[in-house]
Protein backbone atom coordinates (compact mmCIF):
# COMPACT_ATOMS: atom_id res chain seq x y z
CA UNK A 1 0.00 0.00 0.00
CA UNK A 2 2.80 2.61 0.82
CA UNK A 3 4.62 2.05 -2.36
CA UNK A 4 1.04 2.21 -4.29
CA UNK A 5 0.31 5.43 -2.51
CA UNK A 6 4.48 6.65 -3.22
CA UNK A 7 3.80 6.04 -6.69
CA UNK A 8 0.44 7.80 -7.32
CA UNK A 9 1.77 11.01 -5.80
CA UNK A 10 4.76 10.58 -8.15
CA UNK A 11 2.02 10.97 -11.38
CA UNK A 12 0.98 14.32 -9.98
CA UNK A 13 1.46 17.59 -12.27
CA UNK A 14 4.45 19.80 -10.64
CA UNK A 15 2.87 22.75 -9.34
CA UNK A 16 -0.63 21.22 -7.82
CA UNK A 17 -0.03 22.77 -4.71
CA UNK A 18 -2.22 26.17 -3.74
CA UNK A 19 -0.22 29.13 -2.44
CA UNK A 20 -1.24 30.74 0.65
CA UNK A 21 -2.83 34.40 -0.06
CA UNK A 22 -1.60 37.09 1.54
CA UNK A 23 -3.92 40.10 2.01
CA UNK A 24 -2.19 43.88 1.77
CA UNK A 25 -3.87 46.82 2.06
CA UNK A 26 -4.16 49.81 0.11
CA UNK A 27 -4.78 53.77 -0.21
CA UNK A 28 -5.44 55.93 -3.49
CA UNK A 29 -5.07 59.66 -3.06
CA UNK A 30 -5.75 61.96 -5.55
CA UNK A 31 -6.04 65.88 -5.14
CA UNK A 32 -5.46 65.42 -1.40
CA UNK A 33 -8.13 63.30 -0.41
CA UNK A 34 -8.82 59.65 -0.75
CA UNK A 35 -10.75 58.56 -3.74
CA UNK A 36 -13.50 56.26 -4.00
CA UNK A 37 -14.18 52.61 -5.08
CA UNK A 38 -16.60 51.36 -7.95
CA UNK A 39 -19.29 50.95 -5.21
CA UNK A 40 -18.35 54.22 -3.58
CA UNK A 41 -15.70 53.20 -0.67
CA UNK A 42 -13.09 54.98 0.35
CA UNK A 43 -10.14 53.62 -0.71
CA UNK A 44 -8.39 53.98 3.01
CA UNK A 45 -6.69 51.20 4.07
CA UNK A 46 -8.89 48.96 1.93
CA UNK A 47 -7.74 45.25 1.72
CA UNK A 48 -6.78 43.31 -1.27
CA UNK A 49 -6.26 39.70 -1.30
CA UNK A 50 -3.06 38.40 -3.76
CA UNK A 51 -2.13 34.97 -4.40
CA UNK A 52 1.26 34.86 -5.72
CA UNK A 53 4.08 33.37 -4.08
CA UNK A 54 6.37 35.94 -4.23
CA UNK A 55 3.63 39.23 -4.73
CA UNK A 56 4.79 42.42 -5.91
CA UNK A 57 3.69 46.28 -5.43
CA UNK A 58 2.53 45.62 -9.49
CA UNK A 59 0.72 42.75 -8.38
CA UNK A 60 -0.85 44.51 -5.48
CA UNK A 61 -1.62 47.18 -7.87
CA UNK A 62 -3.02 45.26 -10.69
CA UNK A 63 -5.21 43.20 -8.02
CA UNK A 64 -6.68 46.58 -6.37
CA UNK A 65 -7.78 48.11 -9.71
CA UNK A 66 -9.21 44.36 -10.89
CA UNK A 67 -11.23 44.37 -7.21
CA UNK A 68 -12.56 48.23 -6.61
CA UNK A 69 -12.21 49.93 -9.74
CA UNK A 70 -14.90 50.71 -12.10
CA UNK A 71 -13.54 49.22 -15.48
CA UNK A 72 -10.74 47.32 -13.35
CA UNK A 73 -7.30 46.41 -15.01
CA UNK A 74 -7.57 48.40 -17.57
CA UNK A 75 -7.53 51.46 -15.47
CA UNK A 76 -3.94 50.95 -14.28
CA UNK A 77 -1.08 51.07 -17.53
CA UNK A 78 2.44 51.16 -16.73
CA UNK A 79 5.30 51.82 -19.24
CA UNK A 80 9.25 50.49 -19.58
CA UNK A 81 11.10 53.74 -19.64
CA UNK A 82 14.11 51.41 -20.62
CA UNK A 83 15.60 51.91 -16.90
CA UNK A 84 12.75 51.54 -15.06
CA UNK A 85 8.95 50.51 -15.38
CA UNK A 86 6.60 53.80 -15.10
CA UNK A 87 2.87 54.46 -14.34
CA UNK A 88 1.67 56.11 -16.64
CA UNK A 89 -2.24 55.44 -15.66
CA UNK A 90 -4.11 55.14 -12.35
CA UNK A 91 -7.15 54.66 -11.51
CA UNK A 92 -8.40 55.51 -15.30
CA UNK A 93 -6.52 58.65 -14.50
CA UNK A 94 -3.73 59.47 -17.57
CA UNK A 95 -0.31 61.11 -15.33
CA UNK A 96 3.32 60.29 -14.34
CA UNK A 97 3.29 62.57 -11.57
CA UNK A 98 2.66 60.12 -9.35
CA UNK A 99 3.91 58.16 -6.40
CA UNK A 100 3.44 55.57 -3.88
CA UNK A 101 4.75 54.38 -0.43
CA UNK A 102 5.51 50.70 0.82
CA UNK A 103 4.78 50.86 5.04
CA UNK A 104 5.04 54.56 4.73
CA UNK A 105 8.97 54.02 3.09
CA UNK A 106 9.49 55.16 0.12
CA UNK A 107 9.44 52.47 -2.37
CA UNK A 108 11.73 51.54 -5.38
CA UNK A 109 9.94 50.51 -7.66
CA UNK A 110 6.73 48.10 -8.82
CA UNK A 111 9.34 45.11 -8.68
CA UNK A 112 9.98 45.74 -4.62
CA UNK A 113 8.16 42.88 -2.75
CA UNK A 114 5.42 43.05 -0.69
CA UNK A 115 4.64 41.19 2.50
CA UNK A 116 1.37 40.44 4.13
CA UNK A 117 -0.26 42.64 6.09
CA UNK A 118 1.73 46.20 3.73
CA UNK A 119 -0.18 49.07 3.73
CA UNK A 120 0.49 51.13 0.20
CA UNK A 121 -0.34 54.41 -0.34
CA UNK A 122 -0.42 55.70 -3.80
CA UNK A 123 -1.01 59.29 -4.70
CA UNK A 124 -0.90 61.61 -7.26
CA UNK A 125 0.57 64.82 -6.88
CA UNK A 126 -0.68 68.17 -6.43
CA UNK A 127 2.74 70.00 -6.82
CA UNK A 128 3.60 68.85 -10.58
CA UNK A 129 6.79 71.16 -10.88
CA UNK A 130 8.42 71.15 -7.40
CA UNK A 131 6.68 67.96 -6.23
CA UNK A 132 6.41 69.39 -2.80
CA UNK A 133 3.62 66.72 -1.80
CA UNK A 134 4.42 66.28 2.20
CA UNK A 135 3.91 62.03 2.92
CA UNK A 136 2.36 62.06 6.01
CA UNK A 137 1.34 59.29 8.73
CA UNK A 138 -0.52 58.51 12.11
CA UNK A 139 1.54 56.38 14.15
CA UNK A 140 -1.59 53.96 14.11
CA UNK A 141 -3.37 52.89 11.04
CA UNK A 142 -5.81 50.89 12.92
CA UNK A 143 -7.44 51.54 16.28
CA UNK A 144 -10.09 49.89 18.83
CA UNK A 145 -11.48 52.36 21.42
CA UNK A 146 -14.45 51.94 23.34
CA UNK A 147 -16.91 54.34 22.99
CA UNK A 148 -16.03 57.39 25.29
CA UNK A 149 -12.08 56.73 26.20
CA UNK A 150 -9.43 58.75 24.55
CA UNK A 151 -7.75 57.67 20.98
CA UNK A 152 -4.10 59.56 20.97
CA UNK A 153 -2.62 60.09 17.51
CA UNK A 154 0.65 61.26 16.49
CA UNK A 155 1.36 62.98 12.77
CA UNK A 156 4.58 62.75 10.96
CA UNK A 157 5.64 63.64 8.06
CA UNK A 158 8.87 62.15 5.87
CA UNK A 159 11.63 63.67 4.30
CA UNK A 160 15.08 63.64 2.70
CA UNK A 161 16.40 64.48 6.48
CA UNK A 162 14.57 61.94 7.99
CA UNK A 163 10.94 62.27 9.61
CA UNK A 164 9.43 64.81 11.78
CA UNK A 165 6.45 65.60 13.63
CA UNK A 166 3.70 67.54 11.80
CA UNK A 167 1.68 70.22 13.69
CA UNK A 168 -1.03 72.50 12.90
CA UNK A 169 -3.09 69.60 10.69
CA UNK A 170 -7.10 69.82 10.66
CA UNK A 171 -8.59 66.29 11.88
CA UNK A 172 -11.27 64.78 9.56
CA UNK A 173 -13.61 61.90 10.19
CA UNK A 174 -15.11 60.19 7.45
CA UNK A 175 -14.11 63.30 5.13
CA UNK A 176 -15.80 65.70 7.75
CA UNK A 177 -13.27 68.42 9.14
CA UNK A 178 -13.09 68.71 13.57
CA UNK A 179 -12.71 72.35 13.84
CA UNK A 180 -11.48 71.93 17.21
CA UNK A 181 -8.97 69.01 16.66
CA UNK A 182 -5.28 70.00 15.23
CA UNK A 183 -2.44 68.01 15.97
CA UNK A 184 -0.10 69.97 18.16
CA UNK A 185 3.41 71.15 17.56
CA UNK A 186 4.87 67.10 18.30
CA UNK A 187 1.91 65.94 15.87
CA UNK A 188 -0.10 65.23 18.77
CA UNK A 189 -3.82 65.14 18.93
CA UNK A 190 -6.17 63.49 21.19
CA UNK A 191 -9.73 62.19 19.92
CA UNK A 192 -12.79 60.69 21.57
CA UNK A 193 -15.97 58.59 19.63
CA UNK A 194 -19.77 58.36 21.61
CA UNK A 195 -21.16 56.42 19.34
CA UNK A 196 -20.20 52.27 18.29
CA UNK A 197 -18.81 52.07 14.96
CA UNK A 198 -16.35 52.02 12.47
CA UNK A 199 -14.70 55.73 11.49
CA UNK A 200 -11.76 56.76 9.11
CA UNK A 201 -9.30 59.25 10.55
CA UNK A 202 -7.50 61.71 8.37
CA UNK A 203 -6.25 64.74 8.19
CA UNK A 204 -5.94 67.68 6.46
CA UNK A 205 -3.42 71.22 6.16
CA UNK A 206 -4.37 74.49 4.22
CA UNK A 207 -0.50 75.80 4.23
CA UNK A 208 0.95 73.49 1.85
CA UNK A 209 0.17 69.99 0.05
CA UNK A 210 0.13 67.14 1.88
CA UNK A 211 -0.26 62.95 1.39
CA UNK A 212 -3.12 62.53 4.01
CA UNK A 213 -2.55 59.79 6.55
CA UNK A 214 -5.14 57.25 7.52
CA UNK A 215 -6.33 55.55 10.56
CA UNK A 216 -9.14 53.59 10.95
CA UNK A 217 -10.76 53.51 14.22
CA UNK A 218 -13.11 51.05 15.60
CA UNK A 219 -15.42 52.52 18.37
CA UNK A 220 -17.28 49.26 20.81
CA UNK A 221 -19.73 50.22 23.16
CA UNK A 222 -18.79 47.45 25.99
CA UNK A 223 -17.75 49.86 28.23
CA UNK A 224 -21.47 50.75 28.98
CA UNK A 225 -23.12 49.56 32.32
CA UNK A 226 -26.84 47.68 31.81
CA UNK A 227 -27.83 50.55 33.44
CA UNK A 228 -26.78 53.01 31.22
CA UNK A 229 -28.04 51.56 28.36
CA UNK A 230 -31.33 51.25 30.21
CA UNK A 231 -31.11 54.85 31.08
CA UNK A 232 -29.84 56.08 27.28
CA UNK A 233 -33.39 54.44 25.61
CA UNK A 234 -35.15 55.21 28.28
CA UNK A 235 -34.11 59.01 27.05
CA UNK A 236 -34.81 58.54 23.56
CA UNK A 237 -38.41 56.53 24.08
CA UNK A 238 -40.56 59.63 21.84
CA UNK A 239 -44.29 57.82 21.86
CA UNK A 240 -46.15 60.11 19.96
CA UNK A 241 -50.43 59.67 20.49
CA UNK A 242 -52.63 60.94 17.78
CA UNK A 243 -56.56 60.90 19.07
CA UNK A 244 -58.58 58.33 17.84
CA UNK A 245 -55.40 56.15 16.51
CA UNK A 246 -53.40 53.42 18.02
CA UNK A 247 -50.24 53.90 19.64
CA UNK A 248 -46.99 52.22 17.96
CA UNK A 249 -45.29 50.95 21.14
CA UNK A 250 -41.59 49.66 20.70
CA UNK A 251 -40.38 46.46 22.28
CA UNK A 252 -36.77 47.39 21.53
CA UNK A 253 -34.42 50.05 22.93
CA UNK A 254 -32.60 52.64 20.33
CA UNK A 255 -29.38 50.71 21.29
CA UNK A 256 -31.28 47.35 20.64
CA UNK A 257 -29.66 45.50 23.95
CA UNK A 258 -32.93 46.59 25.94
CA UNK A 259 -36.41 45.16 26.08
CA UNK A 260 -39.18 46.99 26.76
CA UNK A 261 -42.06 45.98 28.30
CA UNK A 262 -45.74 47.99 28.89
CA UNK A 263 -48.27 48.28 30.89
CA UNK A 264 -51.61 49.97 31.51
CA UNK A 265 -54.37 50.99 33.90
CA UNK A 266 -56.63 51.57 31.04
CA UNK A 267 -58.89 49.03 30.02
CA UNK A 268 -59.19 50.83 26.46
CA UNK A 269 -55.24 50.10 25.27
CA UNK A 270 -53.51 46.85 25.15
CA UNK A 271 -50.09 47.38 26.70
CA UNK A 272 -48.51 44.06 24.19
CA UNK A 273 -49.75 46.08 21.05
CA UNK A 274 -50.83 49.41 20.97
CA UNK A 275 -54.19 49.22 19.72
CA UNK A 276 -56.92 51.41 21.22
CA UNK A 277 -59.92 50.54 21.85
CA UNK A 278 -62.68 53.29 21.49
CA UNK A 279 -65.10 52.85 24.85
Known sequence: FLVALTMLMSFLPVGVMATDSITVYASVVRNGEFTTGKNNETMAYVPVTLDSESPTIDEAFTALHDTYYTDGANGY????????ISITKFWGVTSSSVGYYNNNNYAMGLTDSVEDGAHLVFWFYQDTSGWSDAYTFFDKTTATVTGGD?????LTQTGYSGNSPFSGAMITIDGVEVSDKMTDTDGK?????????????????????????????????EG??????????KESL???????QNLNLPKIGKSGK??????????????DTGVVTIP
Open 77 to 84: IKTDMGMH
Open 150 to 154: TLDLT
Open 189 to 221: VSLSFEEGGTYTVSAKFDGSYIVPPVCIVTVTE
Open 224 to 233: KTDAEYVAED
Open 238 to 244: NVIYTNG
Open 258 to 271: TEIEWTSDSGCVDA
